[in-house]
């Protein structure tokens, strides 16, 4: 053994955090360590008369387009795009998932973010459209969009989650399908709009009242009862995302954003805030998102989403390109707050290490983390687990699974898995 060759053998002894292969976060900037995966990653050295004459690429050779109006994606990201499941014979209700397999960061572009519409998507003439707040009020209000953008704005990052993600982990035999698949009815953006507290504040909200019901305007009238203390506590009227008005598909011209709560209660094409006493057992709050028990009973009103991660890289559809180094990463997020920690195994969770989080770690948005891996080449089993602020933790999954009714696939947080077979193939398994 030269000595270069035991520079990279100490070092990867050194930066070992747990087993088959895991690596210190450090791994990553050591030249002697990077130096051994090269060849793994299919890394070129340049050469040092490589220089730009006629061997240019036909890009360097002539102008680019001119400037457009909006710009769009490269034609070269064509397959980045939602991922579709439509009801038969209705083609407005169902859903789009975000491809988060295929994405990188934390937020999501307006264009990719998940859909759920229970009958299409309205077209609503925004200076027509009207906010109502009536009910256990001392005076029902009446807002034209063009007097709520008076009000004072702030904006935040958050995520949204619909209640039914990850739902198909719960089938009896894993699916063999993408992580977006999975994973993606979930979409973090930076939303921009009013406190709903200050209008109810307006409103002047009677000493007995202790729920909202919110409806929107679509054909479908959505309508779903909120708890008066999420409302005034971070509850906001949405009207821009990500910088741009709110596209129809997610609400324009308003919508509410309730952080952390489960996704169809952030009530897109928000029209109508009617304040009560109770909550109004809405179709939505009945048929659909409630939790089916072993005993036969359902939970109703767990609002809030669970702490959760998901590894993205690698995953189903992705091949590894023989031993060497590689990063595994994902996505970590919790309707109770902050996330605290991410760990991940290598070994089925024989053992685990920590991840590295990368910075701003936010309220109730989505985070992602990262472990350099050294793969021998050997079959691996690949898993994360999230912790939050307030100490939650993910479940199993055969403790997920013991605790719900056959068929249950509402707020399914488990800890997921990949395995990954020697000739580097990725596959969706329940470790």
């Not at 009910?135 to 619909?162: D, N, W």
């Not at 053992?351 to 990368?358: G, I, P, R, V």
């Not at 939650?392 to 055969?398: C, E, I, L, M």
């Amino acid at each position: 053994m030269d000595e270069i060759e035991k520079l990279n053998s100490s070092t990867m002894r050194e930066d070992a955090v747990a087993g088959n292969g895991l690596l210190n976060r450090r791994a990553l900037l050591r030249g002697a360590l990077l130096s051994a995966g090269i060849a793994a990653a299919g890394v070129g050295v340049a050469k040092a008369d490589d220089s730009v004459g006629t061997d240019a690429p036909e890009w360097m050779k002539t102008p680019g387009k001119p400037f457009s109006a909006y710009g769009t994606p490269s034609h070269w990201q064509d397959k980045v795009q939602r991922i579709f499941t439509i009801a038969p014979g209705r083609a407005g209700t169902g859903v789009s998932r975000t491809p988060l397999h295929l994405m990188e960061g934390t937020i999501t572009p307006a264009g990719l973010h998940f859909e759920r519409h229970h009958n299409g998507v309205p077209d609503i003439d925004p200076s027509r459209h009207e906010l109502f707040i009536h009910g256990m009020v001392k005076q029902p209000l009446a807002f034209s969009l063009e007097t709520l953008m008076r009000y004072p704005m702030e904006s935040r990052i958050h995520f949204v989650e619909c209640a039914g993600n990850s739902g198909i982990y719960g089938a009896p035999q894993p699916a063999q399908v993408t992580a977006g698949e999975i994973n993606g009815l979930l979409s973090c953006s930076e939303w921009t709009g009013v406190r709903l507290s200050t209008l109810l504040a307006e409103a002047g909200v009677e000493k007995e009242a202790k729920w909202v019901i919110a409806e929107g305007a679509d054909a479908a009238a959505m309508s779903r009862s909120i708890p008066l203390e999420k409302c005034v506590d971070d509850a906001m009227i949405a009207f821009y995302q990500n910088g741009e008005a709110i596209r129809p598909e997610q609400g324009f011209p308003m919508r509410l954003l309730l952080p952390g709560f489960e996704g169809n209660m952030n009530v897109k094409w928000l029209r109508r805030l009617n304040v009560t006493d109770m909550p109004v057992d809405a179709r939505d709050e009945t048929s659909h998102y409630t939790e089916l028990m072993p005993d036969g009973k359902a939970r109703q009103y767990m609002f809030p989403m669970g702490v959760k991660s998901a590894i993205l890289k690698p995953s189903f559809g992705m091949t590894m390109k023989g031993p060497g180094l590689y990063e595994i990463s994902g996505l970590a997020w919790s309707g109770a707050g902050r996330v605290a920690k991410v760990e991940v195994s290598a070994d089925g969770g024989k053992s685990w290490a920590a991840a590295a989080l990368t910075e701003p770690i936010m309220s109730k948005s989505l985070t992602r983390f990262r472990m350099p891996w050294k793969w021998d080449g050997s079959p691996a089993t690949l898993l994360s687990r999230a912790t939050d602020e307030k100490g939650g933790g993910q479940p199993t999954r055969a403790n997920w699974v013991a605790t719900y009714a056959a068929g249950q696939g509402y707020h399914n947080n488990a800890i997921q898995s990949w395995s990954v077979g020697a000739d580097g193939t990725v596959k969706n398994v329940y470790a």
